[in-house]
């Protein structure tokens, strides 16, 4: 939803400054807002969350009782505490999403979602990360997926960049091609 991607770049950004420079550990705080965010998400949790007879340290207290075992740095604390003043919670996926991509800018890394019309054994995949790497510049992190409908080739999506060679991106090309 683009209101809350609006909404969740000045805390995501805040929070990445803020663990860069105490030299916290990036990927432990992707992975903390990453539960937080699954928990947050819960239909349980959204209506207790937003059950008006709870007070903000109630609403704390329940986050941090469902995440019980995650180590919760002051960075992740501070977070939650504004978040629930402004009442922003339900901004917390996109706010764990854009810290992950600032993370994995910062780390030279790019998501890649892969999806093919037949499954890739884990050398295709290999193969077409090593040929797409040198083309981004950035180390590719695949995620595979199967979409029958593709007909056959596949279909790469990294970050704004589409690469789509599947047969029926090329029918759809045909078609238009014939119809203009």
Same mark, same amino acid.
């Given at each position: 939803?683009?209101?809350?991607?609006?909404?969740?770049?000045?805390?995501?950004?805040?929070?990445?400054?803020?663990?860069?420079?105490?030299?916290?550990?990036?990927?432990?705080?992707?992975?903390?807002?990453?539960?937080?965010?699954?928990?947050?998400?819960?239909?349980?949790?959204?209506?207790?969350?937003?059950? %008006?007879?709870?007070?903000?340290?109630?609403?704390?207290?329940?986050?941090?009782?469902? @995440?019980?075992?995650?180590?919760? &740095?002051?960075? /992740?604390?501070? $977070?939650?505490?504004?978040?629930?003043?402004?009442?922003? @919670?339900?901004?917390? %996926?996109?706010?764990?999403?854009?810290?992950?991509?600032?993370?994995? #800018?910062?780390?030279?890394?790019?998501?890649?979602?892969?999806?093919?019309?037949? %499954?890739?054994? &884990?050398?295709?995949?290999?193969? @077409?990360?090593?040929?797409?790497?040198? #083309?981004?510049?950035?180390? $590719?992190?695949?995620?595979?997926?199967?979409?029958?409908? @593709?007909?056959?080739? /596949?279909?790469?999506?990294?970050? &704004?960049?589409?690469?789509?060679?599947?047969?029926?991106?090329?029918?759809?090309?045909?078609? &238009?091609?014939? /119809?203009?």
């Amino acid at each position: 939803m683009a209101e809350y991607s609006t909404i969740a770049r000045p805390y995501a950004t805040a929070l990445f400054d803020a663990v860069l420079a105490s030299s916290g550990n990036l990927q432990s705080t992707a992975e903390v807002l990453y539960s937080m965010a699954q928990v947050i998400e819960m239909d349980d949790m959204r209506q207790a969350l937003s059950d %008006p007879r709870f007070n903000d340290e109630q609403r704390e207290d329940l986050i941090k009782d469902a @995440l019980e075992g995650v180590n919760l &740095d002051q960075h /992740v604390l501070n $977070l939650l505490s504004i978040l629930i003043a402004n009442d922003r @919670l339900l901004a917390m %996926p996109e706010i764990a999403s854009q810290f992950q991509r600032f993370k994995d #800018k910062s780390q030279g890394i790019a998501q890649a979602e892969i999806v093919s019309a037949f %499954p890739l054994s &884990d050398e295709q995949v290999t193969e @077409l990360v090593g040929l797409l790497e040198p #083309k981004f510049n950035l180390k $590719l992190q695949p995620h595979v997926s199967v979409d029958n409908s @593709l007909i056959g080739g /596949v279909r790469v999506v990294v970050g &704004d960049y589409v690469l789509d060679t599947s047969v029926r991106a090329q029918l759809n090309r045909m078609r &238009d091609a014939l /119809v203009a």
